[in-house]
């Protein structure tokens, strides 16, 4: 069953991008992540101009994060207080990417900016989160008791001013690095079209040493919000979302979000992080050989006006 797709200009199979956003949505639920690191690269590889993927996908995260932030809030994992302070910081790196996204378009960068920026993040993060998860495995395998978090431990963070007790973290830390963190994500979702929770799940670990178990429910609450406002934005100013493919995607997305986040309770802290480095690796590494083939169509001709 096909349908057309009015601001990608296609035409789309209705159950490849259902099954896409029911497999996306389990991601979500177990990890903590919007899944626009997977998704975005899925939409763009599939056809969809880069420009479409990004704005559409910020819709889809938006469903996806609801379902996986509530099956989180009946678990008591969502620190509200810090997924307040990581929003603030989300909503103003937003609306500059929003900026930045039309500039990009006007000039005719986009499209390799994008790719830039999936390899360069996902290869970095995706390689560090993969090292250091091996090494907490192994460690424990060999009976070595390992804890993200030592009692007594301080860090640079703890000099900084403006700090707020996080009960639900069990952190008494300045407001600074959240709020800062949060901004880097919001930048990141306006460009890249994803909710940022792979940035945010590693920056909240060993960063800031939030427990993992309230980092997957903390990371999705502030998800919801800032995605709903990078949407907002996208519609408004670079008329790139794709109303259509975003509800496919979204029906498939809170329904695969629950499993996800029953499956997420299985898994041990590290083994998450594990599973989470391979998927960031993998989607960096595609986009790294699709940035440097011969494409099939030396020459071809677009619209300049379909989401360049």
């Not at 996986?68 to 997924?83: E, I, T």
């Not at 070595?144 to 707020?164: E, F, M, N, T």
């Not at 995605?227 to 790139?240: G, K, P």
Request: net charge positive; proline share 3%; hydrophobic share 55%.
């Amino acid at each position: 069953m096909y349908f057309y797709l009015p601001v990608a200009e296609m035409s789309a199979n209705i159950f490849i991008f259902l099954a896409m956003g029911g497999a996306v949505g389990f991601l979500s639920g177990m990890f903590g992540v919007g899944g626009g690191f997977l998704m975005t690269p899925l939409l763009i590889f599939s056809g969809i101009a880069p420009a479409v993927a990004v704005g559409t996908e910020a819709a889809q995260i938006v469903a996806s994060s609801v379902s996986g932030a509530l099956a989180q809030w009946r678990r008591r994992n969502v620190d509200v207080a810090m997924g307040l302070v990581l929003l603030a910081g989300g909503v103003a790196g937003s609306v500059v990417g929003v900026q930045l996204v039309g500039s990009l378009r006007r000039l005719g960068l986009f499209d390799f900016f994008v790719g830039i920026c999936y390899v360069t993040f996902l290869g970095v993060i995706g390689t560090l989160m993969l090292i250091e998860s091996a090494n907490t495995i192994r460690k424990a395998r060999g009976g070595v008791v390992v804890s993200a978090r030592r009692p007594g431990q301080h860090s640079w963070i703890h000099g900084l001013p403006l700090k707020i007790r996080f009960h639900r973290s069990k952190l008494y830390i300045s407001a600074i690095p959240p709020f800062l963190i949060g901004l880097f994500v919001g930048l990141l979702a306006a460009i890249m079209g994803v909710g940022g929770g792979f940035i945010m799940v590693p920056a909240m670990i060993y960063l800031l040493r939030v427990p993992t178990n309230v980092v997957v429910g903390t990371s999705l609450f502030q998800i919801v919000f800032l995605t709903a406002a990078t949407t907002i934005l996208h519609a408004r100013q670079n008329q790139t979302v794709d109303v259509v493919l975003a509800l496919l995607l979204m029906v498939g997305g809170v329904i695969g979000a629950q499993f996800g986040a029953a499956a997420g309770e299985r898994l041990k802290g590290e083994q998450l992080r594990f599973l989470l480095a391979m998927l960031v690796l993998m989607v960096g590494l595609r986009f790294a050989w699709q940035l440097v083939a011969e494409p099939r169509d030396l020459y071809s001709l677009s619209s300049a006006a379909g989401g360049a």
